[in-house]
């Protein structure tokens, strides 16, 4: 777009068509005060608090010619003979602004005293009082007095619940619509809405359960007064008494930059802290509102030592000694390959390295894994690490000239934060496709939905790389230099027709065709997949892998894959190795884990911060069989209830470390407190144990397959390869900096990412300027403590050549007597171990089955009857929720606490049939 | 030389015939000045409720960092304080104080006033914290009104909105 060139204040500033005022005025360091308008939202003009003197030149209506005057300069008339409000009003070439003549400030002062004759004025007792935007321009802009009566006051019965987690005080609402268009426009949850009108003007929840959206709290920062507050700080302490510690969410591998805000060593409450990379000004309100399990009473305290059949608990000494002497006893007699190891991909990478060290070389043992291993679970495929998005890549500047692919991924429930980072990219001109199996939120913001049949999804993907093929799409530059084996798939193809294809996926070829041209001739294009991905199977990733190869979209910033794996640190996780394919030895994962520990094969294992026992009997069996197990966790689990040792750990408040989010960006999280009952951090207790073991063979972790090779890449769709060099076999860190410089020397790609370095990381031209308190005032933090290093994906060496590994599915056969294919699906309320103390607790579902209309017809199910599922691993009941757009013949389960899917699932997808109960 | 030594002696043979200024402390006790700043109370209204609405802004205007607040919420059917909010925890540290009377002119309630008690003294450090129990006046001690010590400084009531006095 062309340059404007105006004068603001005597200043001029040229900035692009199509800005308004108020941001020109920023980009020339003014601060023009407004209350509806924000800088991430789509402006209005409801308020009236940025009014200022527009001058424009005066054009003859005779000649349309700019009048000269006599000075040879152009006359300049008054904008409409008043005042502009500056956040809707274009600027144009030759304007003058003047934000500080006597006529603004009359007006400015004249709209703070209408806003304050239906205000309560109970600062004192309100929440937002200390960061609030209605005290900060009263002060500064406003009058010392009013000229209304104090007894005239508007009053409404204080505050009204907006849903369970947000109250409403009506008499503080200024009624700028800001929570409405953020619910409207960047959540896309618009339930929201204004009711009645003048001085009964009001906002309402339109929906039920009220407020029902996984964004609410963000409405509480952007409200400028304190209208909106969220019910888990209300009253916990003044907003200038809590320290603030910058802190990363763990809940999802979006990776969230939060502040936990302290007082007194207790959490009062979490912001989110800027971070354009990764969330730009928001977090969602599961890491708002799901940080109370920290602090609950709940947490274990001291290590717990089996003596029969209880645990008691014991002192840290006695607790080590004992793992220390189980572990190398059974490594004596059975050998390493006996042990086994299994982490989180909650906990932080200095955790997972360590765990790691010490189950790899230290004990010697190549088990290791960081999935559960139930039946259900679908193998992870990590196109992140190789493909990954291009180092670089800010969604939130991505928008026209970008497409964006959805495949078998619900971001709302999965990742939350990208449904906002997704939608602005939308916004901005932006394509989104999305192919799921069943419906999602997403869709409605998306150009086209596509929905293939479960089971089908394979069919669908091909026929995208297909229709690239055919039309032409294919980026040959790209192709020629860095991908191999374009001969070998177009012959694997040549069969196939984008037709057959979508014909058996049973979605429409318009679409795919649209799909596939959209992805290939934008400039840029990115693939996210989730859940319903990896359920389907690898032929769906080798697919979207040569997608992305084909139409050169990998490799380069802005262009690449997200992988939404479960667990907030699944990306670290793996690249710390914890996955069975990461040493010289390939070892067993958690399934064949599993399997061994029945068979007496394995005999003793560690387990951190995981819970692979939960609603899981055959691995609660499994356990049992096993002759030690010793458990690190922040609760006693059911795993941890199985387990002879059970040792207690920091949670992320008590503690430092760095996660590594979806899109490869290492992130610091600081100690917000001191350890809750003095409990060790993770990385500590591996040293602990590691420490106490007697010296014994040991294994290095070097990997012997070249990583990043010129050769082409055998395994681009596989596993992540091993990306470790031999770590040191000491084990002496005394902090958990040191743990991050062995990282740092050791993992490949993480070169740099010492806590010094990530300290250092400054956001480079969006970060929040000095004088805009007026505008992020009681929002998020400003990002003093670094945003993070983005490390590089295999694609992004240019000399990485990948191979071309997509092919033809195997038919899909459906069950001869198990009609309906079940699918497991992730809800972000799980009503998991982190929920505990949340006032989440009430948006958590209980155990369910969701069928289609047809389906919950033709058994002739209502809402709430329980039906029988039946599949060849065994049989659960549940009572019936029904999706009216859910196609016919799936089945959705979400996979929340309590149940039973283990008990039923034979695979990520499972074939079942369905008898109505009661 | 000898001249100014006698007349330093003719002072003290002057004030030996003089009736002494001494105070006899603590069986005489000398009335202070209005404006005294002496040891804090927390006041009540009329109808008993506590003046104080936990707002904090007493400790945010302390210089000496001697108060602690801890809010919380109401509850409607047994409320501490008109309005939504009172103070769960009150305590000065009266070995920080300076006796400023800050958080008195911060106070919107008036609910926080240095009165005219002087005699603080302590066997230890712990007792110097006074909380919630020791600066609070009785029930029946309320008033609507603005606290009459503080009327003599013409000061204006400002409650919150929701604060009918
Ligand atoms: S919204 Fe702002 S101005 Fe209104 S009572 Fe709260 S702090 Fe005061
Ligand atoms: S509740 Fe807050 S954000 Fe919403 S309209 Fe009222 S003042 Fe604006
Ligand atoms: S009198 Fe001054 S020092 Fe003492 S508590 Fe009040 S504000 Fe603090
Ligand atoms: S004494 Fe006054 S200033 Fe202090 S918390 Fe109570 S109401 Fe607020
Ligand atoms: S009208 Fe411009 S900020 Fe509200």
Redesign the pocket.
Same mark, same amino acid.
């Given at each position: 777009m062309p340059d404007v060139t105006l004068v603001i204040n005597g200043q001029t500033v040229t900035v692009p068509a199509g800005t308004n005022i108020v941001d020109a005025a920023r980009a020339a360091g003014v601060a023009i005060p407004v209350f509806c308008y924000h800088p991430r939202l789509p402006p209005v003009g409801m308020c009236r608090m940025c009014l200022v003197e527009v001058w424009t030149p005066r054009v003859d209506p005779a000649t349309r010619q700019v009048v000269i005057g006599d000075d040879g300069k152009p006359v300049m008339a008054l904008m409409m003979g008043k005042l502009q409000p500056g956040c809707v009003t274009p600027v144009s070439d030759g304007m003058e602004v003047r934000t500080a003549t006597e006529k603004v400030h009359v007006a400015q002062k004249g709209q703070l005293e209408f806003l304050l004759t239906s205000?309560? @004025?109970?600062?004192p007792v309100?929440d937002?009082?200390?960061e609030?935007p @209605?005290?900060n321009l009263?002060m500064q802009f406003g009058p010392s007095t009013s000229r209304f009566d104090y007894g005239d006051k508007i009053h409404f019965e204080k505050p009204i619940p907006l849903g369970d987690l947000i109250y409403l005080d009506r008499e503080?609402c200024i009624l700028c619509s800001r929570c409405v268009r953020f619910q409207d426009e960047l959540a896309g949850d618009p339930v929201l809405g204004f009711d009645h009108r003048g001085r009964a003007w009001e906002i309402i929840s339109k929906s039920d359960p009220p407020f029902d959206s996984k964004f609410s709290g963000n409405t509480t920062d952007i409200c400028p007064?304190?209208?909106l507050t969220s019910a888990d700080f209300r009253f916990k302490a003044r907003v200038w008494e809590v320290r603030p510690t910058a802190s990363i969410c763990p809940h999802c591998p979006v990776g969230c930059n939060l502040s936990l805000d302290m007082r007194h060593d207790k959490l009062m409450r979490v912001m989110p802290r800027e971070n354009d990379y990764v969330n730009e000004i928001w977090i969602c309100d599961k890491g708002r509102f799901g940080m109370r399990f920290i602090e609950s009473a709940d947490r274990l305290r001291h290590p717990l030592i089996r003596k029969g059949d209880s645990l008691v608990p014991a002192p840290w000494d006695e607790a080590i000694a004992l793992v220390a002497e189980k572990l190398s006893q059974i490594r004596e007699h059975a050998g390493a390959a006996s042990l086994g190891g299994l982490a989180g991909p909650e906990l932080p990478n200095e955790d997972l390295y360590l765990f790691q060290k010490l189950v790899r070389q230290t004990l010697g043992s190549p088990n290791l894994d960081c999935s559960t291993g139930a039946s259900g679970a679908p193998e992870v495929v990590d196109l992140a690490a190789t493909l990954g998005v291009g180092r670089g890549t800010n969604l939130a500047k991505s928008g026209a000239g970008t497409a964006v692919l959805i495949m078998g991924a619900d971001p709302e429930e999965e990742a939350p934060l990208y449904v906002l980072r997704l939608r602005g990219i939308v916004a901005r001109g932006g394509d989104l496709t999305v192919i799921n199996p069943y419906p999602t939120k997403l869709e409605r913001s998306a150009a086209r939905s596509i929905r293939p049949h479960a089971g089908f999804e394979a069919f669908a993907a091909l026929a995208l790389v297909k229709a690239v093929l055919d039309q032409g799409l294919i980026a040959t530059e790209f192709v020629t230099a860095r991908v191999q084996g374009l001969d070998e798939l177009t012959a694997r193809l040549r069969e196939q027709s984008v037709e057959s294809l979508c014909e058996t996926a049973g979605v429409s070829e318009a679409s795919v065709r649209a799909a596939a041209q959209a992805f290939a001739t934008a400039e840029h294009a990115i693939i996210i997949y989730g859940r319903a991905a990896l359920a389907a199977g690898e032929d769906v990733l080798r697919a979207l892998t040569d997608l992305a190869l084909l139409t050169g979209k990998a490799g380069r910033p802005g262009s690449g894959v997200i992988a939404l794996l479960p667990g907030g640190n699944a990306r670290g996780a793996l690249d710390m190795g914890v996955h069975p394919g990461a040493g010289s030895r390939r070892g067993m994962g958690a399934r064949e884990m599993w399997a061994a520990a029945r068979d007496g094969r394995l005999r003793g294992m560690i387990i951190a911060g995981m819970d692979p026992a939960r609603d899981n009997p055959a691995i609660a069996a499994a356990l049992d069989a096993l002759e030690f197990v010793v458990v690190q966790d922040i609760f006693l689990t059911e795993t941890a209830q199985r387990a002879d040792v059970v040792l207690p750990t920091a949670s992320i408040a008590g503690r430092e470390g760095t996660f590594t989010n979806a899109e490869r960006r290492v992130q610091r999280f600081r100690q917000a407190r001191i350890p809750e009952y003095n409990t060790p951090a993770g990385w500590e207790v591996m040293q602990r144990i590691a420490r106490a073991l007697p010296p014994g063979r040991s294994e290095s972790v070097t990997d012997a397959r070249p990583v990043a090779g010129r050769r082409a890449q055998r395994a681009s769709g596989a596993t992540a390869t091993a990306t470790m060099d031999a770590p040191p076999a000491t084990w002496d860190y005394a902090v958990a900096s040191d743990v991050a410089d062995e990282i740092a020397a050791t993992v490949r790609g993480y070169a740099g990412t010492t806590y010094a370095s990530l300290g250092l990381t400054r956001a480079p031209e969006w970060g929040r300027q000095p004088d805009e308190a007026v505008y992020y005032d009681g929002t998020s933090y400003q990002n003093a403590e670094g945003i993070g290093i983005q490390i590089a994906a295999t694609a992004d060496d240019p000399k990485t050549v990948f191979a071309l590994r997509a092919r033809v599915p195997a038919p899909f056969t459906r069950h001869a007597t198990r009609p309906y294919l079940l699918l497991a699906v992730t809800r972000a309320y799980d009503g998991g171990e982190w929920g505990r103390e949340s006032k989440l607790r009430s948006r958590m579902v209980p155990p369910h089955v969701i069928l289609s209309v047809a389906d919950a017809a033709a058994h002739s199910v209502a809402p709430g009857a329980i039906v029988r599922l039946e599949s060849d691993a065994g049989r659960i009941e549940l009572p019936v929720q029904i999706e009216v757009t859910l196609p016919q013949g799936l089945v959705l389960i979400p996979d929340v606490c309590g149940t039973p899917l283990s008990t039923i699932q034979t695979g990520p997808q499972t074939w079942v049939a369905i008898s109505r109960v009661a | 030389m000898i001249g100014a030594i006698f007349k330093g002696l003719g002072t003290t043979l002057k004030y030996l015939f003089r009736k002494p200024v001494t105070v006899e402390y603590p069986d005489v006790k000398r009335p202070v000045r209005e404006r005294f700043r002496g040891r804090h109370q927390l006041k009540r209204f009329a109808n008993g409720l506590e003046r104080c609405i936990g707002c904090s802004l007493c400790a945010a205007a302390c210089p000496a960092d001697a108060i602690l607040v801890v809010p919380a919420e109401n509850d409607p059917a047994a409320p501490h304080s008109p309005g939504e909010r009172y103070a769960a925890r009150y305590e000065i540290n009266m070995l920080r104080c300076i006796y400023c009377g800050y958080c008195e002119d911060a106070c919107p309630t008036n609910a926080i006033v240095l009165e005219h008690q002087y005699e603080i003294s302590f066997y230890d450090r712990k007792s110097s914290v006074l909380t919630k129990t020791e600066l609070l006046v009785a029930p029946d001690r309320g008033h609507g009104e603005i606290p009459p010590i503080l009327q003599q400084l013409n000061r204006r009531p400002s409650p919150p909105a929701q604060i009918d006095l």
């Open positions: 205000h309560p @004025l109970d600062c309100c937002k009082g200390g609030c @209605l005290q009263t503080r007064v304190g209208a | -």
